[in-house]
């Protein structure tokens, strides 16, 4: 299987460290993909970008034609969930969010992702794990991205297309 | 008699061994483990450096049942000794040989 990751434009890595952490490819957005803010209202249809944002503006989003889907709140929206299956859009897990977070938030945020991802699991959505490290030390191999999905309560191959299919159709399709 | 089932994980750390005195690295690393993996599955995890390879990569032995936690769990640990760093997890494996090879 080849896995692909997506980190901030601001991480410097090279192609021995993509390697040797396990990666394919690893894009950086802004740059190979734009990250846009649902509020900006900027989402130009067909172009590679995830969209970030929660509530009506990502439905809005969505329906202007986003490519991948990050709910930054990830509270669990049944509408903006629905929306999103209808157009068969990926949903994104960047998990810097929990190896950044501390002490109790790290556990809260968890549980949040934890429920917003077995809800888009049963809706049979594509599900995106990414690191969206800022700098190098924050980066992580393919195995420690699969790990901490499980802990999300993914499975193995839901963790591992996740990593892999879904990753690669964000980035190329 | 059962013999317990072990895994072999291969990890790159960000920070020198060499600067820290191996055991007090290995005090540390578990420490912190600890706190990711919390008292009550730590005894089911067990880990142990085994292996110093050189400054910066060394073996690390879990139970069976608790690798993933600990794959999991050196992602989330960026501090060790009092020094900024980093845990990439490059191989996993059921001997050392075959870890190494």
Redesign the interface.
């Known amino acids: 299987m080849e896995y692909y990751d997506i980190v901030r434009s601001s991480c410097n890595f090279d192609e021995k460290l993509c390697m040797?952490?396990g990666f394919k490819g690893i894009a950086k957005a802004p740059g190979d993909i734009s990250i846009t803010d649902a509020a900006s209202g900027r989402i130009v249809r067909g172009e590679r970008n995830i969209v970030y944002g929660s509530g009506n503006l990502l439905i809005g989003a969505v329906k202007k034609g986003a490519g991948a889907v990050w709910i930054t709140d990830y509270l669990l929206d049944k509408k903006l969930l629905d929306v999103i299956s209808d157009n068969s859009i990926p949903l994104v897990f960047p998990?810097s969010d929990?190896?950044f977070a501390k002490g109790l938030q790290?556990p809260r945020l968890m549980a949040k992702m934890s429920v917003l991802l077995k809800y888009s699991k049963k809706l049979g959505l594509g599900i995106s794990f990414i690191t969206l490290a800022d700098s190098?030390?924050?980066?992580?191999?393919y195995?420690?991205?699969i790990?901490?999905a499980?802990?999300l309560g993914a499975d193995d191959e839901l963790a591992r297309t996740g990593l892999s299919e879904i990753n690669k159709r964000i980035l190329y399709d | 008699m059962i013999r317990e089932k072990h895994r072999y994980i291969l990890v790159e750390c960000g920070a020198s061994i060499d600067k820290i005195d191996a055991s007090a690295f290995s005090d540390a690393l578990y420490k912190e483990l600890l706190d990711c993996i919390g008292s009550l599955s730590y005894h089911r995890v067990r880990p142990r450096v085994v292996k110093v390879l050189n400054a910066n990569t060394f073996v690390l032995r879990t139970s069976l049942y608790g690798c993933g936690n600990v794959v999991a769990a050196l992602a989330l640990i960026k501090r060790i000794g009092g020094m900024d760093s980093y845990f990439y997890t490059l191989k996993t494996s059921g001997t050392i040989k075959a870890l190494l090879k």
């Open positions: 040797k952490l998990l929990i190896i790290r190098q030390k924050n980066m992580c191999s195995m420690q991205l790990e901490i499980k802990l």
